[in-house]
């Protein structure tokens, strides 16, 4: 059993003059690195990587998660496609595509500059 009555806000607020606050700032800096999306070739490396620390050979290892980016990636397509038709059949414009290819994120990014 505690001794002490109150909640630790209320008794932090009390040790540094109400400065303490419910959320402190750091946190939202903290969300925003957590929601930060690796590249696919850094998460393409480490799941080589993983298969490798469970004893798989490294082209084997290879193998399997390019069988894998692929398949994931055939996902992302059919999901836009079946998006995109739902969107005609409701007479909407479809929205732009959630998985655009890296190339052409990257070629987008540049075209700015040209």
Excluded: C, H
């Excluded at 079946?82 to 479809?94: C, N």
């Amino acid at each position: 059993m505690s001794f002490v009555k109150g909640d630790l806000l209320t008794k932090t607020r009390k040790l540094v003059n109400g400065l303490a606050k419910p959320q402190p700032v750091w946190l939202k800096a903290m969300e925003q690195i957590s929601a930060y999306d690796p590249p696919p070739a850094r998460l393409f490396g480490l799941r080589v990587l993983e298969l490798k620390e469970l004893g798989v050979t490294e082209e084997e290892a290879v193998a399997v998660a390019d069988m894998e980016y692929r398949m994931e990636k055939k996902e992302k397509k059919k999901a836009y496609a079946r998006l995109k038709q739902i969107a005609r059949l409701q007479g909407k414009k479809p929205s732009p595509n959630p998985y655009p290819s890296a190339i052409k994120e990257r070629q987008a990014l540049e075209r700015k500059f040209v």
